[in-house]
């Protein structure tokens, strides 16, 4: 019963953080034509925007912030593959517990930040220090949901490394062989 709660919550959180991520990708096609815009507005125009630079900058953040619980579903995340291969999986285990728990942490703290700061950008009306001058409260919107994500993927991590640690084995199937291949490289590493 626990154990399909468990696997339940870790799939949930799954497919929310997949698809923010993955719509998060989609704006890369917009920052790259708006890039290409400003370039041929000034340049072949004489013209150049007032709105492209910031635009192309809450993009670039956008696809980063909201792409970044996406790369940690994916373990594409940088990791000290020197000491961390070298150990068991179980080992590795604790490993990511320490490391997931120091990042959820981090992300509590930035996004209690974020929240705080969309209190004020929205009393405020905090704008963009530029000629264009966008309000600010869309992107500690972003923020806030940029580090729920990420805390969630997480948590989604770190259950799944307990559930293996105490059980021994995967508690989501498409995770079983992960662990398997991780075993496996180990037990080539050994011979």
């Not at 991520?21 to 096609?29: E, I, K, R």
């Amino acid at each position: 019963m626990l154990s399909a709660l468990l696997a339940s919550y870790c799939q949930g959180v799954n497919k929310v953080v997949h698809w923010i991520g993955l719509s998060a990708s989609f704006l890369m096609p917009i920052l790259a034509a708006t890039v290409a815009f400003e370039v041929f507005a000034r340049y072949a125009l004489g013209k150049p925007t007032v709105w492209a630079y910031d635009v192309s900058l809450f993009l670039f953040g956008y696809i980063a912030a909201l792409g970044g619980a996406l790369a940690q579903q994916n373990k594409a995340h940088i990791n000290v593959d020197v000491l961390y291969l070298q150990v068991s999986v179980r080992v590795r285990s604790l490993f990511n517990l320490v490391s997931y728990s120091l990042a959820i942490f981090f992300l509590w703290v930035v996004l209690s930040m974020a929240i705080g700061k969309l209190d004020e950008a929205i009393e405020f009306n905090y704008r963009r220090q530029s000629e264009w001058a966008p309000s600010m409260a869309h992107f500690w919107v972003m923020l806030v949901v940029a580090c729920s994500c990420f805390i969630a993927q997480l948590s989604s991590d770190l259950v799944q490394d307990l559930y293996y640690l105490v059980k021994g084995k995967s508690l989501l199937e498409h995770e079983s062989n992960a662990h398997q291949n991780c075993e496996t490289f180990a037990e080539v590493e050994d011979a």
